[in-house]
């Protein structure tokens, strides 16, 4: 589990929402800590009074969360150009190894929709991501079931470890999803006739999931995204590593986890590149 988590706040459920998320991740006694960023806007002729004027605000509004919430958590503010890279700094600054924070509060209950500043948190953060979907505040309970994307690749060795220690730490079940997507046309070709048939794929991705210890694995052929999704509404939490290129432990997104970011009907927690 997480030792040190940060928790984006804003004043609305949506930031309520990531702290019920960061209470369910977070080890015990680890560390807890609820962030407000403040974002710049310029303002001609402004003086010191104004930053003294944004801190106090921001000190307000975190006191009012953490009451709200009922938490034992540090208060953190910034003020940066947005959201996203305000949260970026502050999980640098402190040494956090998870973000924590909510969808767009125009989603539909139970749906993760990304908006803007849950965006900017996900794309190059320095550390592990959770996204809690719109109303979890309300339904979050003891996490029971725990689903990895899982494809063999390092990424998803990352996530199914992670996932090992979380459900170590709550009892969860494990289940994982392993979707054989179509070739495309240019690795037909390169194939040739020698390439192994669909069903053959997903038959060897079915015995690469039998062979993990305690998990429960399926494999399916189809759009990864869209599978994925569909898996999501069998768990309370859904773990995915990310692509693997960009710098070493910062989050990078393919297409796949886009469209999870954009339509999961659970958790969801995406995981930074590691050093191989």
């Given at each position: 589990?997480?030792?040190?988590?940060?928790?984006?706040?804003?004043?609305g459920?949506?930031?309520?929402?990531?702290?019920?998320?960061?209470?369910?991740?977070?080890a015990p006694?680890?560390?807890?800590?609820?962030?407000?960023?403040?974002?710049?806007?310029?303002?001609?002729?402004?003086?010191?009074?104004?930053?003294?004027?944004?801190?106090?605000?921001?000190?307000?509004?975190?006191?009012?969360?953490?009451?709200?919430?009922?938490?034992?958590?540090?208060?953190?503010?910034v003020?940066?150009?947005?959201?996203?890279?305000?949260?970026?700094?502050?999980?640098?600054e402190?040494?956090?190894?998870?973000?924590?924070?909510?969808?767009?509060?125009?989603?539909?209950?139970?749906?993760?929709?990304?908006?803007?500043?849950?965006?900017?948190?996900?794309?190059?953060?320095?550390?592990?991501?959770?996204?809690?979907?719109?109303?979890?505040?309300?339904?979050?309970?003891?996490?029971?079931?725990?689903?990895?994307?899982?494809?063999?690749?390092?990424?998803?060795?990352?996530?199914?470890?992670?996932?090992?220690?979380?459900?170590?730490?709550?009892?969860?079940?494990?289940?994982?999803?392993?979707?054989?997507?179509?070739?495309?046309?240019?690795?037909?070709?390169?194939?040739?006739?020698?390439?192994?048939?669909?069903?053959?794929?997903?038959?060897?991705?079915?015995?690469?999931?039998?062979?993990?210890?305690?998990v429960?694995?399926?494999a399916?052929?189809?759009?990864?995204?869209?599978?994925?999704?569909?898996?999501?509404?069998?768990?309370?939490?859904?773990?995915?590593?990310?692509?693997?290129?960009?710098?070493?432990?910062?989050?990078?997104?393919?297409?796949?986890?886009?469209?999870?970011a954009?339509?999961?009907?659970?958790?969801?927690?995406?995981?930074?590149?590691?050093?191989?």
């Open positions: 589990m997480f030792a040190h988590v940060i928790a984006g706040v804003d004043g459920a949506n930031g309520r929402d990531a702290v019920a998320l960061a209470r369910q991740l977070i006694g680890a560390r807890l800590a609820l962030a407000h960023v403040h974002e710049l806007t310029p303002v001609r002729g402004a003086s010191g009074a104004y930053g003294v004027a944004e801190n106090a605000e921001s000190r307000r509004l975190l006191e009012t969360e953490r009451d709200a919430t009922g938490v034992d958590a540090e208060l953190l503010m003020t940066a150009s947005s959201a996203g890279r305000g949260l970026h700094y502050l999980a640098r402190h040494g956090a190894d998870l973000l924590a924070v909510g969808s767009n509060p125009r989603g539909l209950v139970g749906s993760v929709l990304v908006g803007d500043v849950t965006r900017a948190a996900l794309i190059g953060a320095p550390c592990a991501v959770a996204v809690a979907p719109t109303g979890y505040e309300g339904s979050a309970g003891t996490l029971t079931r725990i689903g990895i994307a899982y494809d063999g690749s390092p990424e998803s060795e990352v996530a199914l470890r992670c996932a090992r220690e979380l459900a170590a730490g709550t009892g969860a079940a494990l289940s994982a999803l392993a979707v054989v997507e179509p070739l495309s046309y240019g690795a037909i070709v390169r194939a040739g006739a020698g390439r192994e048939s669909e069903e053959e794929r997903v038959a060897s991705a079915q015995q690469e999931l039998d062979a993990l210890e305690g429960a694995g399926r399916v052929a189809g759009d990864a995204g869209e599978e994925l999704v569909a898996f999501g509404e069998g768990v309370d939490l859904l773990v995915v590593g990310s692509r693997g290129y960009g710098p070493i432990r910062s989050l990078m997104f393919g297409s796949t986890s886009t469209h999870l954009a339509n999961a009907r659970c958790a969801l927690l995406v995981l930074p590149r590691e050093d191989e």
